[in-house]
């Protein structure tokens, strides 16, 4: 459960450790590195521009994808999400990406890379979970939510199809303004996965 954000109070379980300019392919963002409190996670945000309470910001939180966001797979649409949302929030001139290091929705890298061979058999991403004895997904926004609030933003466009995370924000006590879809025409390797989360998770895709 996320506390809802009152009057700018909520009790803090991340600290900002480190900042820095990055210049990118798609311009130069502001780099703020966090660390949980709670455990070993730590978290990195993308800024850039002015980030008010005032004025609805993109944001989007991107769960870490080391196969997609580096290795450029075509298995899953994540290292494409990642590169469009960096492209929307440096036309759009402010806006922040929060990257969380939850791979393979919390079950992380290893685990993933067996839940790729029992696909590789015929089982879906939820399928290939549930036979390794994994949650579904077991990603926790309530720390990204803290990053956003100490990044001073309120009103929120949402860079997300999925509605778990549309949910965890307004819980949080976010106004989300408008969710922006964030697909693009998949790789062939790419449409099931995909399906099955349309499916059998509820994600908002129209293209599959």
């Known amino acids: 459960m996320i506390q809802p954000i009152q009057d700018g109070a909520i009790h803090a379980t991340v600290e900002r450790v480190a900042e820095a300019n ?17 455990s070993d996670e ?4 993308l800024v850039k521009g002015e980030l008010r309470p005032d004025r609805p910001s993109l944001v989007r939180i991107h769960s870490q994808c080391l196969t997609g966001d580096v290795f450029h797979s075509i298995k899953c649409d994540c290292g494409r999400q990642l590169s469009r949302a ?11 990406i929060i990257y969380q290091h939850q791979e393979g929705r919390g079950i992380g890298i290893l685990n993933k890379i067996r839940a790729y061979a029992l696909q590789d058999q015929g089982a879906d991403t939820i399928e290939a979970n549930l036979r390794l004895g994994l949650e579904v997904d077991s990603r926790d926004y309530t720390q990204c939510a803290e ?3 100490d990044l001073g933003l309120n009103q929120i466009r949402l860079m997300s199809n999925n509605p778990e995370k549309l949910s965890a924000l307004r819980e949080a006590g976010f106004h989300i303004i408008e969710r922006v879809p964030i697909e693009s025409k998949p790789y062939e390797p790419a449409v099931n996965y995909l399906r099955t989360k349309k499916e059998k998770m509820g994600h908002l895709l129209s293209i599959v």
Not at 26 to 34: A, D, E, L, N, T
Not at 42 to 45: G, L, N, T
Not at 87 to 96: D, K, P, T, Y
């Open 147 to 149: 990053i956003l609030q």
């Open 42 to 45: 730590e978290f990195v945000a």
């Open 86 to 96: 960096m492209e929307m929030v440096a036309h759009e001139g402010h806006g922040a």
């Open 22 to 38: 990055l210049p990118t392919e798609m311009g130069v963002f502001r780099i703020i590195g966090y660390r949980s409190l709670t």
